[in-house]
């Protein structure tokens, strides 16, 4: 399973971004996507995650200006990231919880990060 991740760029601050994240491969199911963040010299952590019956959770610091949704015939999850604040910089990387066979176990995958770099 190949997660490829894309969106990622140069924004001003209170600018917008929409990051997208494709997953292929031998999949039978999908149960949780999610994007995490890392900032130089952080750990990675979770931005925001939805599960495959929509529900989503959020980190604080995103809520009310990062949405999270999925397409499941297209195996993507998506990131709407508006007021975009200098300290969202970090490279953001999509994470997906995939079920390879129907009798399998479910299994994580990582795409490979892309750069969001807000400038003040």
């Known amino acids: 399973v190949q997660l490829q991740a894309s969106g990622g760029g140069l924004v001003q601050a209170g600018g917008s971004l929409r990051l997208s994240c494709a997953a292929s491969g031998s999949i039978s199911s999908i149960a949780t996507m999610a994007w995490y963040c890392q900032a130089p010299g952080k750990q990675r952590e979770l931005v925001a995650g939805?599960?495959?019956?929509?529900?989503?959770n959020y980190a604080d610091s995103v809520k009310g200006r990062f949405t999270i949704s999925r397409d499941n015939a297209k195996n993507t999850v998506y990131l709407e990231m508006n007021s975009l604040k200098p300290e969202d910089t970090a490279v953001y990387y999509c994470?997906?919880?995939?079920?390879?066979?129907?009798?399998?176990?479910?299994?994580?995958?990582w795409g490979q990060g892309t750069l969001v770099t807000v400038s003040s």
């Open positions: 994470y997906s919880n995939v079920r390879n066979t129907p009798a399998g176990a479910f299994r994580t995958y």
């Open positions: 939805v599960g495959s019956s929509g529900s989503t």
